[in-house]
């Protein structure tokens, strides 16, 4: 059985000899197709017939088609479309029966260059009956183009952040709105979905609040934060070590604040082993200055013991020069105990000058081996700095070991020691050959050494030290010798 509705469209879009003429009087007596505004608009202006033939453009259309006018009044919008034909002409019987149309379409031009155009048609009406279609048409070639690229970007972005490595979090108003897997790996929760909704403050602990609110206020301005360190709490209550950056981005339309947070426990671990590692590596290199420091009071010892033993009588000055050598042995030994021993970090409010002079102390029997002598120049009476001791002075027995070999022809090593501002400036001075600048250049790079038993790790794990308590090195050579500074921040008790 025939459609009628079909039949009736179709009769619809065939166009009769006296639409036709309705159609060329109501564009010759219309205004607005002989306005400025018809011809000079920056869209293409047409008008179409009921077989979608055109007869009338503007010259916005001439540009887009890349045909002239005569020619375009020869063609139908069909005769232009590239695809989705039927879909655009089911849309077009539409449009002659009364309805307006809004839709996208792709044409092929004159030169086969490919166009992408937003399109709304209306239908033309006189005295009740559509006689034609005025539309207008569009470029959103490159609008499109660039909303792709948008798209995909986004979806890079998704998958990016998804499948990272770190920890992705973003918070709005100090509330979590985002987390991706590892996020949510890292917080201890079975979810993604367990872990929205939770306020950033509690995944710090309380002491650390000030800060992160700064951190926060300067991502709200538009300002990232620094790679840091921070305990992370999970869900349990766990503490983790973690490093984090707070980025400002926009999330939905909404300012927001990008935390990436990687887990650095392993990490962490593994420095504390490499720093004992050394520190035994330190003490086993100190071991023959230290085997000849004690044997000249243990010498001393056994011959005020001979002595006692060959007499009948005891002399009292004997036995405070022994004292005095077994204490002297003691505090040799509980330095190099000290320094080997493992520690946790063990931060106070030391002097660093009684720091030096320990470590002066420990190193000027091995100087000695080396035909070296080691001097002091203090000029202040104390630099209170907060630190972890032990390891303080495993960077100045690593500097000073380094300039004795750096001697191989003896002469002084000069360890100096000032403030300057709000800072404790040590500096450790040899007379060596020098460092070559490309030996230089690579100084600190982990497992890089020019000694033949070396583990390249000494100076490396020195500058980690220093860094871990907010310091600076510097190291500065030339043909005269080698001198390193070390700068620490005064205490602020």
Same mark, same amino acid.
């Given at each position: 059985?025939?459609?009628?509705?079909?039949?009736?469209?179709?009769?619809?879009?065939?166009?009769?000899?006296?639409?036709?003429?309705?159609?060329?009087?109501?564009?010759?007596?219309?205004?607005?197709?002989?306005?400025?505004?018809?011809?000079?608009?920056?869209?293409?202006?047409?008008?179409?017939?009921?077989?979608?033939?055109?007869?009338?453009?503007?010259?916005?259309?001439?540009?887009?088609?890349?045909?002239?006018?005569?020619?375009?009044?020869?063609?139908?919008?069909?005769?232009?479309?590239?695809?989705?034909?039927?879909?655009?002409?089911?849309?077009?019987?539409?449009?002659?029966?009364?309805?307006?149309?809004?839709?996208?379409?792709?044409?092929?031009?004159?030169?086969?260059?490919?166009?992408?155009?937003?399109?709304?048609?209306?239908?033309?009406?006189v005295d009740d009956e559509v006689i034609g279609v005025y539309g207008t048409a569009k470029d959103v070639t490159?609008?499109?183009?660039?909303?792709?690229?948008?798209?995909?970007?986004?979806?890079?972005?998704?998958?990016?952040?998804?499948?990272?490595?770190?920890?992705?979090?973003?918070?709005?108003?100090?509330?979590?709105?985002?987390?991706?897997?590892?996020?949510?790996?890292?917080?201890?929760?079975?979810?993604?979905?367990?872990?929205?909704?939770?306020?950033?403050?509690?995944?710090?602990?309380?002491?650390?609040?000030?800060?992160?609110?700064?951190?926060?206020?300067?991502?709200?301005?538009?300002?990232?934060?620094?790679?840091?360190?921070?305990?992370?709490?999970?869900?349990?209550?766990?503490?983790?070590?973690?490093?984090?950056?707070?980025?400002?981005?926009?999330?939905?339309?909404?300012?927001?604040?990008?935390?990436?947070?990687?887990?650095?426990?392993?990490?962490?671990?593994?420095?504390?082993?490499?720093?004992?590692?050394?520190?035994?590596?330190?003490?086993?290199?100190?071991?023959?200055?230290?085997?000849?420091?004690?044997?000249?009071?243990?010498?001393?010892?056994?011959?005020?013991?001979?002595?006692? #033993?060959?007499?009948?009588?005891?002399?009292? #000055?004997?036995?405070?020069?022994?004292?005095?050598?077994?204490?002297?042995?003691?505090?040799?030994?509980?330095?190099?105990?000290?320094?080997?021993?493992?520690?946790?970090?063990?931060?106070?409010?030391?002097?660093?000058?009684?720091?030096?002079?320990?470590?002066?102390?420990?190193?000027?029997?091995?100087?000695?081996?080396?035909?070296?002598?080691?001097?002091?120049?203090?000029?202040?009476?104390?630099?209170?700095?907060?630190?972890?001791?032990?390891?303080?002075?495993?960077?100045?027995?690593?500097?000073?070991?380094?300039?004795?070999?750096?001697?191989?022809?003896?002469?002084?090593?000069?360890?100096?020691?000032?403030?300057?501002?709000?800072?404790?400036?040590?500096?450790?001075?040899?007379?060596?050959?020098?460092?070559?600048?490309?030996?230089?250049?690579?100084?600190?790079?982990?497992?890089?050494?020019?000694?033949?038993?070396?583990?390249?790790?000494?100076?490396?794990?020195?500058?980690?030290?220093?860094?871990?308590?907010?310091?600076?090195?510097?190291?500065?050579?030339?043909?005269?010798?080698?001198?390193?500074?070390?700068?620490?921040?005064?205490?602020?008790?």
């Open positions: 059985m025939n459609d009628p509705w079909k039949g009736n469209i179709m009769n619809i879009t065939r166009t009769t000899s006296k639409q036709k003429e309705k159609l060329e009087v109501f564009i010759e007596r219309s205004g607005f197709f002989k306005q400025p505004l018809f011809e000079e608009h920056p869209e293409g202006y047409y008008a179409l017939d009921l077989d979608g033939r055109y007869v009338k453009v503007n010259k916005v259309c001439e540009e887009y088609t890349e045909y002239t006018k005569e020619e375009l009044y020869q063609l139908t919008f069909e005769d232009l479309l590239l695809d989705g034909k039927e879909k655009i002409t089911s849309a077009f019987k539409k449009i002659v029966q009364g309805d307006i149309q809004k839709y996208e379409c792709t044409i092929k031009t004159k030169n086969h260059q490919i166009l992408e155009l937003e399109v709304t048609n209306l239908p033309i009406i490159q609008f499109n183009q660039q909303q792709a690229l948008r798209e995909e970007n986004e979806k890079l972005h998704h998958s990016l952040v998804e499948h990272s490595p770190d920890g992705i979090i973003i918070t709005q108003s100090d509330v979590l709105v985002y987390a991706n897997k590892e996020a949510s790996i890292l917080l201890g929760a079975t979810s993604k979905e367990a872990v929205i909704g939770n306020h950033i403050y509690e995944l710090f602990p309380k002491e650390r609040g000030e800060m992160l609110v700064k951190y926060l206020e300067n991502a709200e301005k538009g300002l990232p934060s620094s790679l840091h360190e921070e305990k992370l709490i999970q869900m349990d209550g766990t503490k983790i070590d973690v490093e984090m950056k707070i980025i400002p981005t926009i999330f939905k339309g909404e300012k927001a604040s990008y935390f990436i947070i990687r887990d650095i426990t392993e990490k962490k671990l593994a420095h504390e082993v490499m720093i004992n590692s050394e520190k035994l590596s330190v003490a086993g290199q100190l071991a023959a200055g230290i085997a000849h420091e004690i044997r000249n009071p243990i010498t001393a010892i056994k011959g005020f013991l001979q002595l006692m #033993e060959g007499g009948n009588l005891y002399k009292q #000055e004997y036995f405070p020069v022994i004292s005095a050598e077994i204490n002297r042995i003691e505090l040799i030994l509980s330095e190099l105990l000290a320094l080997a021993k493992p520690q946790l970090n063990n931060f106070k409010h030391k002097n660093i000058i009684s720091i030096l002079q320990h470590i002066v102390a420990l190193t000027q029997s091995q100087a000695i081996l080396h035909n070296i002598r080691i001097s002091t120049e203090f000029h202040i009476k104390q630099g209170i700095v907060f630190c972890d001791e032990n390891k303080l002075k495993q960077v100045f027995i690593n500097f000073i070991k380094n300039a004795i070999e750096a001697m191989k022809d003896g002469g002084t090593i000069t360890v100096k020691a000032k403030q300057v501002e709000e800072h404790i400036v040590v500096e450790v001075i040899d007379e060596g050959k020098g460092i070559p600048k490309e030996v230089l250049d690579k100084i600190g790079t982990p497992f890089f050494t020019t000694k033949e038993n070396g583990t390249g790790l000494g100076v490396m794990v020195s500058y980690e030290i220093i860094k871990h308590h907010k310091g600076e090195v510097k190291i500065d050579s030339d043909s005269r010798g080698t001198s390193i500074t070390i700068k620490l921040p005064t205490s602020k008790r």
